[in-house]
């Protein structure tokens, strides 16, 4: 099992990136969206190795917290490594965790290729095994809702859980962001996400998404 690489960053694709070390170049799936350093800077990514009867995939994180929800998904009941990576696209596996801990299926169905029924397989088998991992710890104590939080936590998780609905919707990262910035200064910082996602929403509608 290859747990851990560190090299030099060759290269980055819209499939992961192409990391050199000892001049093998691995090719490593990664979360669409992730930054890295410039092409030529050395990175450390933890790593999962996925067994295909016509191949060997390599998915990689630049955290392990990120490496251990990846692998908790993987036991889910209908996702496999590509649909955990575009989950883990959508949000920080922190956020994710919290969702899953507090019960919350509105937000978890807004994430790519979860819908009514896998939101409950998630809720059902991971919520148990997240409150031992400490992933959710962040919210309070592990069985502690996401809203009961502080209220600074809250509104930048309300951010990003607004950008995983968009970006579930089909908008770009790229177009998103900027936008989302601009309705959370308008709104304050203690809008509730459904706030934040709406005046998105009415923003887009009316011609306002980024330039």
């Known amino acids: ?71 908790l998904l993987l036991g889910v009941a209908g996702i496999g490594p590509r649909g955990a990576l575009q ?21 978890l169905t807004t994430l790519p290729g979860i819908g009514a029924k896998k939101a409950g397989r998630l809720l059902l088998e991971l919520k148990e095994a997240i409150q031992k991992s400490g992933l959710a710890l962040t919210a309070g104590s592990a069985g502690t809702p996401a809203a009961a939080a502080p209220a600074a936590a809250g509104s930048a998780a309300a951010g990003d859980e607004a950008l995983a609905a968009l970006l579930a919707l089909g908008y770009s990262r790229e177009e998103v962001i900027p936008l989302l ?31």
Do not use: K, N
């Open 1 to 71: 099992m290859i747990g851990f690489l560190r090299g030099r960053l060759h290269q980055v694709t819209p499939e992961g990136i192409l990391l050199e070390t000892g001049g093998i170049g691995w090719l490593v799936r990664t979360p669409a969206g992730q930054s890295w350093p410039p092409p030529g800077e050395e990175v450390a990514i933890y790593t999962h190795l996925v067994v295909r009867e016509d191949a060997l995939e390599l998915y990689g994180f630049a955290r392990p917290e990120a490496l251990r929800f990846f692998t």
């Open 87 to 107: 989950i883990m696209a959508a949000a920080p596996p922190e956020q994710l965790a919290r969702a899953i801990v507090a019960g919350d299926t509105a937000y």
């Open 181 to 211: 910035a601009r309705v959370r200064v308008e709104l304050g910082p203690a809008a509730a996400t459904e706030a934040v996602l709406q005046g998105a929403l009415r923003a887009i509608g009316r011609g306002g998404g980024a330039d």
